[in-house]
C-alpha cells in the first residue's frame, strides 16, 4: 500500500539500538556494554547493562581498576560489576524457560563466564556489535557455543566496531536525550 514510511528501522536495528541504549546507564569509564533479549515473537524479555549489583553505592568502588597497576584486588572493578549479558538475564522477571530459544543481542562479543550463563538460559542467537578485546578467551567463548548449537552474528558482517565509535555513538544518543528532555 503507498505511503508507508521507507526509512524505519529493522528489528535487528531496533534491538541492538535497544542494547546501545541501556549500555548508556553504566557508570564504567572505559568499557559501556549493554545487552537486550529477544523472543521469537520479536518480544523484548529482558536488558542489561555493565555496573554494580543492586544496593551496592556506585562511589564507593574504583571504576579505574587502580588495583590493577598497585595489586591491590579490592580496587580492581572487575570483581565487582556484573556484566551486561548476565544482568539481562538476572533482570528478567519469568520463568527462565521463557528464555530458551531466544536471541542475545550485545555490544560486546560475551565473556567466558557470560557464555556459560546464556548456553544454560538456552539462548540459540547471539548478535554483537563489536569483538571482545582478549582474542584467546573469545577462541574459548567461540568453542563452547559451537559446542552446544549457538549461533553467533556479528552485527556489521564488513567492519568492526572500536571502542571510541561505540563511545562517540552512545555520546550522541544521550546528547539528544538530554536536550529533548529540557
Known sequence: MPGKRKNYLSWDEFFM???????????DPSNQVGACIVDKNQRILSLGYNGLTKGMNDNDFYWNS????????????????????RNAILNY????KDLKDSTLYVTWFPCTECTKEIIQTGIKKIVYLRMYSKPELVNI??????NAGIEIEPYCVNKDITK???????????????????
Open 164 to 182: 571510541e565509535e561505540m563511545k562517540e555513538t552512545m555520546e550522541k544518543i544521550q546528547t539528544i536525550l538530554k536536550k529533548l528532555s529540557i
Open 17 to 27: 539500538g535497544s542494547a546501545i541504549l541501556i549500555s548508556a546507564r553504566s557508570k
Open 141 to 146: 567463548s567461540k568453542k563452547m557455543l559451537k
Open 93 to 96: 522477571c519469568g520463568s527462565h
Open 66 to 85: 587502580i588495583g590493577e597497576q598497585t595489586g591491590e584486588l579490592d580496587k580492581i572493578k572487575d570483581y565487582y560489576v556484573v556484566h551486561a549479558e
